[in-house]
């Protein structure tokens, strides 16, 4: 399936349908440069539509099977365009209960979840508590993208083109500021052996963020979700605690 991005490129997703009885409906952003079909997307929705919960899982500009330039993304995009999957999963009858998101796509949900209509529960897999902890990942060509306005980056196997706008709305992002404004239950999931993005981020969005919320430490996990059985297990996680949120009549 696909439907627009908010700066007009089609995007690109599944939906894994849920299998038994269907106890509610959800959405999965996924990390950077990542994509649907990388372990933590493609593994967690899948486990969690046996449980279930149906997930759309989509790639962001310019990602996979979507259309676009990834450099004319930005935080800003993927967190509207965050929120028009929403709307497309409201249009075809199926509402978000559920946004999840994985690393900066965690970020990207945070940020999305107040203006998602009838949201029930949210939780972060491994996200940074500060947008802009991604220019770790390419701080090797940011002085000529700052320079020239953009420069080809070599990343996950592919080049890419990271432009001067994109680096500058990252840094723009306070999401600090939006932690607290979120008025949902909110589940935390991180591993403590974590080297992408340290456990300490997610004891700053715990710390920020209103009740209810938990925290849920994913041991022995990657960042990435690679190891065997370990997105399964965030995916278990995420469906018990979200369980009693999803019985709940919906916000309005």
């Not at 696909?2 to 599944?14: I, T, W, Y």
């Not at 497309?88 to 940020?111: K, N, Q």
């Not at 239950?185 to 993005?197: E, F, K, N, Q, R």
Request: with cysteine; charged share 25%; aromatic share 6%.
């Amino acid at each position: 399936m696909r439907f627009p991005s908010v700066v007009g490129p089609q995007l690109a997703g599944v939906i894994d349908l849920p299998e038994g009885e269907i106890r509610g409906w959800g959405l999965f952003a996924h990390g950077f440069t990542l994509g649907k079909e990388s372990p933590a997307a493609s593994r967690v929705c899948k486990q969690l539509a046996r449980e279930g919960i149906g997930m759309l899982r989509f790639d962001n500009l310019g990602i996979g099977d979507s259309e676009g330039d990834w450099g004319d993304g930005s935080f800003t995009v993927k967190v509207q365009d965050t929120v028009r999957a929403a709307a497309f999963m409201a249009e075809r009858g199926t509402p978000v209960d559920l946004l999840v998101g994985h690393s900066w796509g965690g970020a990207a949900a945070i940020a999305a979840a107040r203006e998602i209509v009838g949201l029930r529960a949210l939780a972060t897999i491994a996200a940074p508590v500060d947008p802009s902890h991604v220019e770790l990942q390419y701080d090797s060509v940011l002085e000529k993208v700052l320079s020239d306005g953009a420069h080809e980056w070599f990343v996950g196997g592919r080049t890419l083109v990271l432009k001067r706008a994109f680096v500058e709305d990252v840094r723009r992002a306070h999401l600090r500021d939006r932690i607290g404004e979120v008025d949902l239950p909110l589940l935390v999931a991180h591993s403590p052996t974590d080297s992408t993005v340290d456990i300490s981020n997610a004891a700053e969005i715990f710390q920020e963020a209103r009740h209810p919320r938990s925290f849920i430490s994913l041991e022995g996990a990657d960042h990435l979700l690679t190891a065997r059985g370990q997105a399964q297990r965030a995916a278990h996680i995420i469906s018990a605690w979200a369980d009693q949120y999803l019985d709940e009549p919906r916000p309005r």
